[in-house]
């Protein structure tokens, strides 16, 4: 029979600090965009966690379901550059620059 070894950590005060500001940050950024964004809390919350994980994220759906919204409201809160390109069957790779 083995033993599970004891891997508890004690966070220090800057980890909890960083913890604390992040927390803050994401409430404040899915209330904001939740402003906008009406019934896609999930979405939402997917989407920063994405964001906080420095990942991608795909997101699908019929049409009428606000992603081009919910990334422009990220953008714009974020402060950051948004464009969007609309593919067609004939868009060409130079296209895209």
């Known amino acids: ?11 220090g005060d800057d980890d909890v600090r960083a913890i604390d ?11 904001e965009l ?3 964004i009406i019934g896609q809390e999930a979405v939402i919350e997917q989407l920063t966690m994405c ?17 081009t919204l919910l990334i422009s409201c990220l953008a714009e809160t974020l402060d950051l550059k948004f464009s969007r ?8 790779p130079m ?3």
Do not use: C, N
């Open 95 to 97: 296209d895209i620059t």
């Open 85 to 92: 390109i609309q593919f067609t069957p004939d868009l060409m």
């Open 34 to 36: 939740g402003r906008v």
């Open 21 to 31: 500001e992040l927390q803050g940050f994401y409430k404040e950024l899915k209330s």
């Open 1 to 11: 029979m083995s033993t599970v070894p004891d891997t508890t950590t004690h966070l």
């Open 51 to 67: 964001l906080f994980a420095k990942g991608h994220g795909l997101l699908m759906g019929v049409p009428g379901l606000a992603k």
